[in-house]
């Protein structure tokens, strides 16, 4: 199958800086990443629909300003944080859509557990 | 707009016997569904989908469309089951999938 990594597995970062996290479909090309958000014990809350070299498509409630995605290859989307606040903290999940085998599957990455001081 | 249920948060069986996670989806149209689950320090990943109407691990989920359901089961649990089970739809033409809130299953020894 596809495998989706995901880059860092955890950070731990001070009150008011900004954080990057990355998605990479590592064997195969995905124009479309997705990125979601999990709080304990709940589903996942999609945030945004990631489209290489278009800008990102939010889900209704979510800040563009300060969740910025960035799909600049086929291989690679960023999440960025930006001034980062406690209520931030949380596990942040991006999946990739592979076409490849005449259906269409997401395949999740492994989440990045952000937390903010 | 689209929405799925799982009307149950947990779900706790004894080995060997038969189980049912159920999912219920509102949606007007054509909908792709799907079940990922998700074991215990793992990434979720795909379990099945209905257009595929396989069977995977012993698990099968046939789409009912006039009770708009696409309910997941297995005549005999294993204890490997146990995880979190998620039911998914994706609207058609739709890029993005629509999650339920999973049903968290045990098997007991």
């Known amino acids: 199958g596809a495998v989706v990594s995901q880059h860092p597995s955890w950070v731990i970062c001070k009150s008011g800086t900004s954080v990057k996290i990355e998605c990479r479909s590592l064997?195969?090309?995905?124009?479309?990443m997705f990125w979601y958000r999990q709080f304990p014990k709940q589903s996942l809350m999609l945030m945004a629909t990631s489209n290489e070299g278009s800008k990102a498509t939010y889900e209704q409630g979510v800040e563009k300003d300060k969740f910025l995605i960035n799909h600049a290859s086929l291989t690679l989307s960023t999440l960025t944080v930006t001034s980062a606040h406690p209520e931030d903290s949380s596990f942040y999940i991006c999946?990739?859509?592979?076409?490849?085998?005449?259906?269409?599957?997401?395949?999740f990455g492994p989440g990045t557990r952000l937390l903010v001081l | 707009a689209q929405r799925v249920t799982q009307p149950e948060k947990l779900l706790s069986v004894f080995k060997g016997a038969p189980v049912e996670l159920k999912c219920n989806y509102s949606y007007s149209g054509s909908p792709e569904l799907f079940w990922y689950v998700q074991y215990s320090r793992q990434r979720l990943q795909l379990l099945l989908r209905h257009i595929s109407r396989e069977s995977i691990k012993g698990f099968t989920a046939d789409l009912n469309k006039g009770e708009t359901s696409f309910h997941l089961k297995k005549p005999f649990a294993q204890e490997e089951d146990s995880a979190m089970y998620y039911c998914a739809l994706k609207a058609q033409g739709a890029q993005k999938l629509v999650f339920g809130q999973g049903t968290r299953l045990t098997i007991n020894p």
């Open positions: 064997d195969f090309q995905a124009t479309t």
């Open positions: 999946s990739a859509r592979d076409h490849r085998r005449g259906q269409e599957t997401q395949y």
